[in-house]
Every structure is written in structure tokens, then in C-alpha cells.
T-cell receptor, first 112, second 112 residues
């Protein structure tokens, strides 16, 4: 059974803190994605990685960075958290040649 | 600009009745179309996809969707709704690259 896990389900951080969100997949997928989900806006792509150490900006990369040192792990970093980054963060992975994505359970981040 | 529209924020249906969740898209080229479902406090789960071939595609949990190229629509359907189908449904479009465009989501409420 395919599995994508995320390091935390709920996270509360203060403004200005550096925040790390981790995602691990056990399916040997090449592609990995970070989205944020906000009511009425659907999912918006922050960053994606098509292979180890490779990363590309998505539609809303400002204020975020990513790291992919190993194939199974994709980390999202908020360099200096702000209140407008309060959101649900979803990680996903996908195999080359396939089109559907497999999602983790999400991390609900609150920045106060 | 490429976009996906889910015109209804919420769909209400009685258990046992047929359900339809609407999706229209505006993309260049030949789209790959998807439906995902999100249950409370969970990540998204893949339901079904259209890549090519038969316009009617069948997916998980008895759901199906019909691709209509002339109307640029990909409506999700189920002949007989269950209370357990109550969830948030997302339509998504992929044009073959790394970016998937998601609709804003439609909340389905099935009443017993």
C-alpha cells in the first residue's frame, strides 16, 4: 500500500520562527510536491522536485524553500514564518509515467 | 490563463439518489483530468482519471466521470449516493508537465 507521511499533523509556531515540514514517501517515486490548501482556493503549488537535489518553483514560492537530499524525503522550509502562512500544507508524490499523485495526511500550521 | 472551475461550493443529495459534482476547465492542449476526494482531517485520495480513450471513466467507490471535450467538462457522478460519500471533492487538470491545476473544491453532503 502506497504511503506518504508528514512529520506533524498540527503545528503552532510564532512569527519569525524557522519552520521545517518533512515529507517521506515509500514508493520510490521520482516526483514530489508541496501544496498549501486554503478554503475557497483549492490547492496551490509551492515547490516541486522532479528528482533528488532538483527543485522548481511552483505558483507561490515566496517565503518558502525546499530541500531534497534523498529520493524519499522532501522538506519544506519557512525561513521566517508569518501569519499569512497559516494554512494546511500537503505533500504529494508521483511516479514518472504516471499522472495521479499520492498525498500525505497534511500538516495544519498555525503561525501566531 | 489555465483554470479549473467547480461552480458549486456545496452539493446536497439524499442517500440513494444519484449525485453529480460539476467541473469545467480551460487549458491549452490535451488535458489529463482527475478527481480527488478529501475526507475530514485527511489528505487527498485519487478517485479516477481521464487520459485518453473512452469518455466515461470508472473509479474507486463506484464513482465515474464523463469527459466532454466540446463542453470542456469532466463531471463526477455516482448512481446511488451513500452517507459515507460526504467529503470535499477536487477536480484537477494536468497538461503533461509538473503543474497540476486544482479546482476550489466542492463539498458533498449526503443526507440519510
Amino acid at each position: 500500500d502506497v504511503k506518504v507521511t508528514q512529520s506533524s499533523r498540527y503545528l503552532v509556531k510564532r512569527t519569525g520562527e524557522k519552520v521545517f515540514l518533512e515529507c517521506v514517501q515509500d514508493m520510490d517515486h521520482e516526483n514530489m510536491f508541496w501544496y498549501r490548501q486554503d478554503p475557497g482556493l483549492g490547492l496551490r503549488l509551492i515547490y516541486f522536485s522532479y528528482d533528488v537535489k532538483m527543485k522548481e518553483k511552483g505558483d507561490i514560492p515566496e517565503g518558502y524553500s525546499v530541500s531534497r537530499e534523498k529520493k524519499e524525503r522532501f522538506s519544506l522550509i519557512l525561513e521566517s514564518a508569518s501569519t499569512n502562512q497559516t494554512s494546511m500544507y500537503l505533500c504529494a508524490s508521483r511516479s514518472i509515467g504516471s499522472y495521479e499523485q499520492y498525498f500525505g495526511p497534511g500538516t495544519r500550521l498555525t503561525v501566531t | 490563463a489555465q483554470s479549473v472551475a467547480q461552480p458549486e461550493d456545496q452539493v446536497n443529495v439524499a442517500e440513494g439518489n444519484p449525485l453529480t459534482v460539476k467541473c469545467t476547465y480551460s487549458v491549452s492542449g490535451n488535458p489529463y483530468l482527475f478527481w480527488y476526494v478529501q475526507y475530514p482531517n485527511r489528505g487527498l485520495q485519487f478517485l479516477l482519471k481521464y487520459i485518453t480513450g473512452d469518455n466515461l471513466v470508472k473509479g474507486s467507490y463506484g464513482f465515474e466521470a464523463e469527459f466532454n471535450k466540446s463542453q470542456t467538462s469532466f463531471h463526477l457522478k455516482k448512481p446511488s449516493a451513500l452517507v459515507s460519500d460526504s467529503a470535499l471533492y477536487f477536480c484537477a487538470v494536468d497538461t503533461g508537465g509538473f503543474k497540476t491545476i486544482f479546482g476550489a473544491g466542492t463539498r458533498l453532503f449526503v443526507k440519510a
